[in-house]
């Protein structure tokens, strides 16, 4: 079972921190990452640090709210793509072969559009495209211009500024523009 899409490169980790305001001190004062986006408790609870260490707005994001320092955990795995097209045919592949798909669409920070699913063991994976890039003036997309949905068709029809999100197999964007591409 060929996929019709190829992975480029592990595109981020996310991990659970016990205490998130130290872990995002160690991976900015000692290893040098920059912080790109912060979420609050009403974004994600125990919240959220995205950080980054190329032009990728993260390469590695810190939750909170692990209870204890002994119980350290990956969140997921984020492998990046090198088209939007890729992301739909991922998801008809994920569907074909049985993986339980838990979202798809855009998420906020960053603004990617993914598809995100189980592997056998359940850990949480995600195949995505088209992560915000930051340039060397250190400037993050404001939050006013994310677009999270939750359907790879809206991310398509509500992208953010500058994202193109033109689909560039004519079947499959004959299929999202009439509708019939539904999940």
């Known amino acids: 079972m060929n996929p019709p899409f190829a992975v480029r490169k592990i595109g981020h980790a996310v991990i659970f ?10 991976y900015t004062d000692v290893l040098g990452f920059k912080v790109s986006d912060v979420y609050d408790g009403s974004k994600m609870p125990g919240g959220m640090v995205f950080l980054r260490c190329n032009g990728d707005h993260h390469c590695l994001a810190l939750v909170g709210g692990k209870d204890s320092e002994k119980d350290k955990s990956l969140h997921h795995l984020a492998f990046e793509l090198a088209t939007l097209d890729e992301v739909f045919r991922a998801r008809d592949h ?4 049985g993986a339980k798909i838990v979202f798809q669409g855009r998420r906020r920070a960053g603004c990617q ?6 592997d056998p063991d359940g850990h949480h994976l995600e195949l995505y495209w088209g992560v915000d890039q930051i340039g060397s003036d250190g400037r993050v997309r404001p939050e006013d211009e994310w677009r999270q949905t939750l359907t790879l068709e809206d991310a398509v029809k509500i992208a953010p500024p500058g994202q193109d999100t033109t689909l560039h197999d004519a079947a499959l964007r ?9 999940p």
Do not use: Y
């Open 17 to 26: 921190a016990s205490d998130i305001e130290r872990s995002t001190r160690f």
């Open 94 to 97: 994920l569907k074909t072969a």
């Open 113 to 118: 559009v993914s598809v995100e699913f189980l």
């Open 174 to 182: 004959a299929r999202v523009e009439a509708g019939t591409d539904r």
